[in-house]
Nanobody, 115 residues
Framework: QVQLVESGGGLVHPGGSLRLSCAASGSLFSLYDISWYRQAPGKERELVARITSLLRTNYGDSVKGRFAISRDNAKKTVYLQMNNLKPEDTAVYYC?????????WGQGTQVTVSS
């Protein structure tokens, strides 16, 4: 089992950058696939980015070329670097850990992109 805590959200102007962190506690973190999802008011939760235990990555179409996911297994942390932020990126961002069919979610961090 893994526990996940997101941080790094906040208010940023359009075109700005933020780096979100997903810090894990528990064992065998390196074996987990970690995903970032986001949910805006009135919308369904959508996949933003995923990094597997083998360091394969994939991204949602709306963030390709602007966001980058990475992980540091020694620190049990996954990062989401978000550049060129747009108002439509405003949402609560969640990280999810997946391993052998079990999913674990963090509590989320708010990102607001506004002038």
């Amino acid at each position: 089992q893994v526990q996940l805590v997101e941080s790094g959200g906040g208010l940023v102007h359009p075109g700005g950058s933020l780096r979100l962190s997903c810090a894990a506690s528990g064992s065998l973190f390196s074996l987990y696939d970690i995903s970032w999802y986001r949910q805006a008011p009135g919308k369904e939760r959508e996949l933003v980015a995923r990094i597997t235990s083998l360091l394969r990555t994939n991204y949602g179409d709306s963030v390709k070329g602007r966001f980058a996911i990475s992980r540091d297994n020694a620190k049990k942390t996954v990062y989401l670097q978000m550049n060129n932020l747009k108002p439509e990126d405003t949402a609560v961002y969640y990280c999810k850990g997946s391993n052998h069919g079990a999913d674990y979610w963090g509590q989320g961090t708010q990102v607001t992109v506004s002038s």
